[in-house]
């Protein structure tokens, strides 16, 4: 156990964030800890470890670029890495830049006080630890508290549950089994072909049915591997000019209701052979006309259709209550064809909801599913879970959830007006899980690295937004979003997944570029929208 408890940062998490953050403010001098709840680093890929977890963005582009000898030393095996690949890279990463005698693992950070008097916070531990920090940094992720399990009777089912986001490391053998998989997102999508292919039936309860399109994964192309080696700063520089950070996603410059119906159908088909967000590239207006996006949409079901045997499952599995992609499209390995299988039954819970679970199963309005176990993947609180959890109280004592009961405000994503010195790595009012989130974090911890090093050049004291250019930042985000199809779904992107949570869009949909421009600007202009104190 570290005996210190004085730092001048402390960093909420070991993922992807909070190892790079920890990694930049050693360079810079600045003694810094992370608090990381799990036994490991790797933040969302320590915690999914469901069968079939993989990125959907090709391993290449969702990796750091901060480490030239980094990325010129990791070999990725498959075009989307698997969790255990992810896993296996993150360690790496905390191993070759020495950062575990920082990390302390194993440890929850359950409170997070602003003391006016010294512009510190007071960090305490679930091991009864209290911390004192000059800055605290919010690397919690977004996709890291999952929902709770609000189903009647769920405490009194015999068999085993599993939930996708807390896997067992062991993994689950479901050979001979019968099993309910709840939930149709991601999660549900990539596990439910490996779990079909071993368990003896599957039973998948739908409540809404997502877009799918294809990973074509498999090892990578030598070819692309040393085409990638080749140009690694020419694809990197293009992903960060493009509006998803996503190099791959290659958007093309015209509008789909332009192209004639044969041209249209052509460019999805060769989007659709090529795999992953390509599709979502194939011409300029899908996400912000809705009549473009219905012929997207169109295809995908028509794809379903032609893949799934049987007509009726077909038509359920056909999304047609959002547009695609106003929910994070998903990418898949063989998730359709799955219901080809004999031992795999779908069932719409729009037809029949879920009333309780009982001793046996899953009771729906309908009927009782007996099964041996049943697996959870009802997703996440995004975006705003994990810092619901800490108890962070900012000026005046005020509280965060309070400040935040009616939906978040930030300023960039990155602070919160009376919340000083407290930084947020892709927090909501950022473009965070619109965008590839590798880029999003580095330009995050980059920002937050600068900012601190330019206040510590001035020996500022304390740095915060202001409630102006706070509101002005959160009129922006929705106003952006309003011009989109993002809002027309009920997607966790809105909190619509979680009973009870406000109604409001959190990711900044303006693009990458046209954010990290905003965000060096305001820097540049010595921080404009912020205000300073003295230490
Ligand atoms: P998601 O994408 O939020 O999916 C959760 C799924 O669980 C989704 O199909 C939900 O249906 C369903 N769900 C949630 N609550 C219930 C209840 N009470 N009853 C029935 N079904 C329910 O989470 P994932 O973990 O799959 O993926 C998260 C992200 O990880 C993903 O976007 C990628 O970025 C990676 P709903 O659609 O809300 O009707």
């Known amino acids: 156990m570290p005996s210190e408890t004085a730092f001048d940062a402390v960093i909420v998490g070991a993922g992807f964030s909070g190892l790079y953050m920890l990694h930049r403010l050693r360079q810079q001098g600045l003694t810094a800890r992370v608090y990381e709840a799990g036994t490991g680093v790797g933040g969302t890929w320590y915690w999914n470890r469901y069968p079939g977890a993989r990125v959907d963005i090709e391993s290449q582009e969702y990796s750091y670029s901060f480490s030239p000898e980094l990325d010129a030393e990791w070999v990725w095996s ?16 905390a191993d070759r830049f020495d950062l575990r005698p920082d990390i302390q693992l194993e440890t929850r950070v359950i409170a997070a006080i602003f003391d006016e008097a010294t512009n510190r916070w007071t960090i305490a531990t679930d091991r009864g630890e209290t911390l004192s920090a000059r800055y605290c940094v919010m690397a919690t992720g977004v996709l890291s508290v999952a929902n709770d399990i609000a189903f009647p009777g769920a405490e009194t089912f015999r068999g085993p549950t599993w939930r996708t986001g807390s896997w067992p490391k062991e993994g689950v053998d479901f050979t001979g089994q019968t099993v309910a998989v709840i939930g149709t ?3 549900a999508i990539q596990s439910i072909p490996l779990i079909a292919a071993e368990a ?8 809404t049915p997502n877009f799918s399109v294809p990973a074509h994964n498999g090892p990578i192309d030598p070819r692309v591997a040393a085409d990638w080696a080749q140009n690694r700063a020419r694809y990197r520089a293009e992903a960060r000019e493009s509006g998803f950070a996503i190099g791959m996603v290659q958007q093309f410059d015209k509008p789909a209701l332009e192209a004639t119906p044969e041209e249209r159908r052509a460019a999805y088909a060769e989007r659709w052979a090529r ?3 390509s599709f979502l590239g194939a011409f300029n207006d899908l996400i912000t006309d809705r009549a473009a996006n219905d012929t997207a949409a169109e295809f995908v079901r028509d794809r379903i259709r032609s893949i799934v045997n049987d007509p009726a499952t077909a038509e359920k599995l056909a999304p047609k209550s959002f547009p695609i992609g106003s929910k994070r499209l998903c990418v898949d390995t063989g998730y359709y064809a ?16 879920i009333e309780a679970i009982t001793p046996a199963g899953v009771r729906t309005s309908a009927r009782e599913y007996p099964v041996d176990a049943i697996v959870y993947a009802i997703g996440f609180d ?12 900012g000026r005046g004592g005020a509280a965060l959830k309070d400040r935040w009961a009616a939906g978040p405000s930030t300023y960039l994503g990155l602070m919160i007006a009376g919340f000083p010195n407290l930084f947020i790595v892709t927090g909501p009012g950022s473009p965070s899980v619109l965008c590839n989130m590798a880029v999003a974090i580095e330009q995050h911890v980059d920002w937050i690295s600068d900012c601190i090093a330019w206040m ?30 993002y809002p027309l779904a009920n997607s966790w992107y809105l909190g619509a997944n979680v009973p009870g949570k406000p109604r409001v869009f959190m990711p900044y949909i303006g693009g990458f570029p046209v954010y990290r421009d905003k965000c060096n600007e305001i820097a540049a202009k010595g921080y404009e929208g912020f205000a300073v104190t003295s230490s």
């Open 78 to 93: 498959e075009r989307y890495a698997t969790q255990p690949e992810l896993l296996r890279y993150l360690n790496h990463v």
């Open 185 to 187: 997102g991601s999660s």
């Open 200 to 207: 003896d039936h599957v039973t998948v309860f739908q409540r």
């Open 275 to 277: 795999g992953g967000f």
């Open 338 to 353: 799955t219901f080809n299988r004999e031992n795999v039954a779908l069932v719409d819970l729009r037809e029949e909801p």
């Open 382 to 393: 995004a975006m705003t879970g994990a810092l619901g959890k800490i108890d962070i109280r």
């Open 456 to 485: 510590g050049h001035r020996q500022l004291g304390a740095i915060e937004a202001t409630e102006a250019a706070q509101d002005a930042w959160v009129a922006h985000v929705n106003e952006v979003a309003d011009t989109t199809v």
